[in-house]
């Protein structure tokens, strides 16, 4: 599977398609962290009561979201067409504060609409604020590397709309683990999962001492084998003399024995 990239791309004057001819600028490095913020616009009315509390504050408008993030930009780190100034990169961002003539007003001037997609996260809006720091500097005074921190905002509250209902399908050679815990035993771990088949499982995750396990053992309640069993148990006696008498006893069982107690037992007692 491919690393997925982080994309720009300049959005028409609607703030809702891509623009005619745009095309996603990938970043360098993907962000570490994306800082989202929510706000509405509330404020206190005039010659209101302020003991009030919240109850005198007014809804005045649509909320906003802002999105603060940071890329990183590195020319010693590029693998295909390498440049020698890493403004060279950091301009394609600038370019998304650089103000436009308006379509509506071509007095007017207003920044582009940018679109972020990293991933399924998307973000629909205006660069607010920019701030570029140059480092590492080459021998000729040129920057190599920089850091940009980026603030975009748009007029109103960003709902995620997340496909489907979120569940992970379940991928061959993966399953769920539980770890064991101090004084745990086997018995106990499962039956908090609702498991009786202790033994079995016990069997299956090859574990031979089911009654103490070590701290952090991880367990796969899903893992059992079918075991079986059989237990032999005879019995004779023989009195010499006028009194004589034999008795013989014998059993078998078949159970699921635990992996550290299977096998086949038999005795016999003779006396004379």
Do not use: C
């Not at 982080?6 to 623009?19: I, P, R, V, W």
């Not at 962000?31 to 809804?59: H, M, Y």
């Not at 993030?69 to 390498?82: C, G």
């Amino acid at each position: 599977m491919s690393l997925v990239k982080a994309t720009l791309t300049e959005l028409d004057q609607s703030f809702k398609d891509t623009k005619p001819g745009a095309k996603p600028f990938e970043v360098q490095f993907n962000p570490e962290t994306l800082k989202v913020t929510f706000a509405n616009a509330i404020v206190q009315p005039q010659g209101g009561d302020n003991s009030s509390g919240s109850g005198g504050r007014q809804f005045v408008g649509a909320g906003t979201t802002k999105l603060a993030l940071q890329l990183w930009f590195d020319v010693t780190a590029m693998e295909k067409d390498p440049v020698d100034d890493v403004r060279r990169l950091t301009q394609k961002v600038v370019y998304f504060m650089t103000p436009q003539k308006s379509d509506q007003d071509p007095k007017k001037l207003a920044p582009p609409g940018v679109a972020f997609q990293f991933g399924t996260f998307l973000f629909k809006g205006m660069v607010e604020a920019l701030e570029e720091s140059l480092e590492f500097f080459s021998p000729e005074g040129k920057p190599l590397r920089a850091s940009v921190n980026l603030t975009l905002s748009q007029q109103k509250i960003l709902e995620s709309n997340l496909e489907g209902d979120g569940k992970v399908p379940a991928r061959p050679g993966h399953a769920p683990l539980k770890s064991a815990k101090k004084d745990d035993s086997l018995q106990k771990i499962a039956g908090a999962n609702g498991k009786d088949d202790w033994q079995s499982i016990a069997a299956g995750n090859g574990i031979e001492d089911p009654l103490r396990m070590a701290a952090g053992t991880l367990v796969d309640l899903n893992a059992g084998v079918s075991l079986g069993g059989g237990v032999d148990i005879g019995a004779s006696a023989s009195i010499g003399g006028s009194i004589g008498g034999s008795f013989g006893a014998s059993a078998s069982a078949g159970a699921s024995l635990n992996a550290s107690l299977g096998g086949s037992a038999s005795a016999s007692l003779s006396i004379g």
